[in-house]
């Protein structure tokens, strides 16, 4: 089975200051890819990235940047000098490559960006 | 348009009263998702449609819930005898049945039981 945790309900941080949002995963296949969306007020969710299991490199968009470590089953993304356009809900999720194919999502993180 | 198209975006029903939620995908994408969200809560996953293949049904919640893809395109999520733990927004997402592939989700019909 499964399973995405995401152990922050909810982060409040004043704009300008850095902020990591946590992702644990569980899952028996060797091959998986795991994504994040944001979902902000408007309510459609908006891809941002995906890390295949076979890939550790880290990756850096902008202030985005996101921490793949296999060995601790984490992918954590960080946004740097947050902005008040940061503030939404943040979804990791996992896909095996085999099984089921949905997406499994994690329960959100709301993000609050202070001005 | 180019994306995932949901109707209706918003319903409201009586318990007891069946509703039906509509889905048209992006064109070409051959995989059609159905997740549910509650109030302030994750996706939870309904049900997968790929190609021509049996749907994956694991996720839908009782008998009450179906849903169907005509054509391998146009999908509804059929709830039947809504209940007021019902109320949730249903998304909709498609995508081009590879794993690795991003999921494109529809604005959600949010559907309120009375």
């Known amino acids: 089975a499964q399973k995405v945790t995401q152990a922050q309900t909810e982060i409040s941080v004043v704009e300008k200051e850095d902020v990591t949002l946590d992702c644990v995963y569980e899952t028996r296949d060797t091959t998986y890819y795991l994504f994040w969306y944001k979902q902000p007020p408007s309510g459609e969710l908006v891809f941002l990235i995906r890390?295949?299991?076979?890939?550790?490199q880290n990756e850096i968009s902008g202030r985005y940047s996101w921490n793949f470590q296999k060995s601790t089953s984490s992918f954590n993304f960080t946004i740097t000098a947050s902005q008040v356009v940061d503030s939404a809900v943040y979804f990791c999720?996992?896909?095996?490559?085999?099984?089921?194919?949905?997406?499994?999502f994690g329960s959100g993180t709301r993000l609050q960006v202070q001005p | 348009g180019a994306g995932v198209s949901q109707s209706p975006s918003n319903k409201v029903t009586e318990k007891g009263k069946d509703v039906e939620l509509r889905c048209d995908p992006i064109s070409g994408h051959t995989a059609l998702y159905w997740y549910r969200q509650s109030l302030g809560q994750g996706l939870e996953f309904l049900i997968y449609f790929q190609g021509n293949s049996a749907p994956d049904k694991s996720g839908l919640p009782s008998d009450r819930f179906s849903a169907e893809r005509t054509g391998g395109s146009v999908s509804t999520l059929t709830i039947q005898r809504t209940q007021q733990e019902d109320s949730a927004v249903y998304l909709c997402?498609?995508?081009?049945?590879?794993?690795?592939?991003?999921?494109?989700f529809g604005n959600g019909t949010r559907l309120t039981v009375t």
């Open positions: 999720a996992l896909c095996s490559d085999t099984g089921r194919r949905a997406l499994t």
């Open positions: 997402a498609s995508s081009l049945a590879r794993p690795e592939l991003p999921l494109h």
């Open positions: 890390r295949n299991s076979f890939d550790e």
